[in-house]
């Protein structure tokens, strides 16, 4: 590693949590196969869409945040 890209990691890991994240997803994005990560967001902006429509048509049942909580602390201490 050059002496210039290991400056640029040690002032990459200082950032917050969420800037690393966000630069590396940007770095990730520049390299070969990023058809693939447009196919998969094409598929997850296919399947939200599918979702509102449902929710539209009424075919979807929605459960409150406070209900799906207890369900799910619930099923935590279950275990």
Same mark, same amino acid.
């Given at each position: 590693?050059?002496?210039?890209?290991?400056?640029?990691?040690?002032?990459?890991?200082?950032?917050?949590?969420?800037?690393? &994240?966000?630069? /590396?997803?940007?770095?990730? @994005?520049?390299?070969? +196969?990023?058809?693939?990560? =447009?196919?998969?967001? %094409?598929?997850?902006? &296919?399947?939200? /869409?599918?979702?509102?429509? @449902?929710?539209?048509? +009424?075919?979807?049942?929605? =459960?409150?945040?406070? %209900?799906?909580?207890?369900?799910?602390? /619930?099923?935590?201490?279950?275990?």
């Amino acid at each position: 590693m050059s002496p210039e890209v290991s400056d640029l990691l040690k002032r990459a890991l200082a950032l917050p949590a969420d800037e690393r &994240a966000a630069l /590396a997803n940007t770095l990730l @994005d520049t390299l070969d +196969g990023t058809n693939e990560s =447009v196919s998969i967001q %094409e598929a997850w902006n &296919a399947e939200v /869409a599918r979702r509102i429509q @449902d929710l539209k048509a +009424g075919k979807a049942v929605t =459960v409150p945040w406070e %209900e799906l909580h207890r369900e799910l602390l /619930a099923m935590v201490n279950e275990r």
